[in-house]
């Protein structure tokens, strides 16, 4: 599956989903004697082994390139193995897991195989094993340890599957400071707060909190206020927008108005959790879980877009106020 030499492609940053959303980038090999149809080899269900990498890193990288071919000079980490130490190996439940270390000593690469049916299921046990013991040493060393990207690595099908964030594409835009309006500056704050992290439960703790300021306390001053002044205020039209990159869990809600999405989904499934660790009901929040990771990494997008919504229609509000 390695490769001596270094391969490399331009993919539109178009296809590979909207920007900050994660993904999944799957490389099939073939040789001229191949005559397997890439279904065979994206779809099979047999149990096998896969080799699962994860780079680690001092700090999230950006998201304009991805690495799949990374070898252990291309992580690091603030996890220093001992000189005389060529590689650490870790056993627990899951089987073992080796961490490699890059030129100046530091844990660069934790690499786990074991047998699954699929690279989801590969992926979820490499976090099930890895993932608890980088948080425990996280906190032992009181130092971020961050996986950067994970490589699983699918010998029997000769495929390579590269998890990444969309990269952001470069805009021009020119936007005069006289239509930024104060009383917006705290919901702009909290969203560029959101696009700064690489947490998906941060960023959907900021997407919520946004939402729920906009349709709570700051859309009622707007309407008390417009009632003072003899204003009357156009309601806007706010609802879930159509979009086909939204998560087909979520497709349902599509047209529903945001506040009933607020509501009935985004409050008890996610806000409970990540605002209160523990819930009522007495589940608790595991950030290392990958049942976990992958429900707010699918519930992001769609909140994003809630937000801008409301955004955009306080913004008109505030514009027909002052009118």
Known sequence: MKSETPVSTAISSE???????????????????????????????????????????????????????????????YLLLPQEVALGRVRCAQGMFEFNKNQAGEKSIVEFECTAHDTTEARWKFQEAVLPFLDYLSYIANVPVVVSTIRIEDRKNDRIVIEYVSPYRKVQSYPHISNLRFEMAPVYAMYREAKNSHSDFYRFLCYYK???????????????????????????????????????????????????????????????AVAHFVTNDGSILNMSAPQHIDSYASIVYVSELCVRVVVKNHDELLQQLHT
């Open 15 to 77: 296809k590979l989903g909207p920007p900050g959303v994660r993904g999944e980038l799957h490389i099939l090999g073939k040789t001229a004697d191949d005559h397997r149809s890439d279904e065979s080899q994206l779809y099979d269900r047999t149990e096998r082994t896969f080799t699962v990498a994860g780079r680690l890193a001092k700090a999230p990288a950006d998201t304009e390139e991805i690495k799949g071919n990374f070898g252990p000079n291309e992580g690091s980490s």
């Open 210 to 272: 946004i939402l729920e300021g906009l349709l709570g306390k700051l859309r009622s001053d707007v309407f008390s206020r417009a009632r003072r002044r003899g204003v009357t205020l156009s309601r806007p039209d706010e609802t879930v927008p159509r979009d086909t990159e939204i998560p087909k869990e979520f497709q349902s809600n599509v047209g529903q108005s945001v506040k009933a999405f607020v509501d009935k989904v985004l409050t008890p499934r996610y806000r409970n």
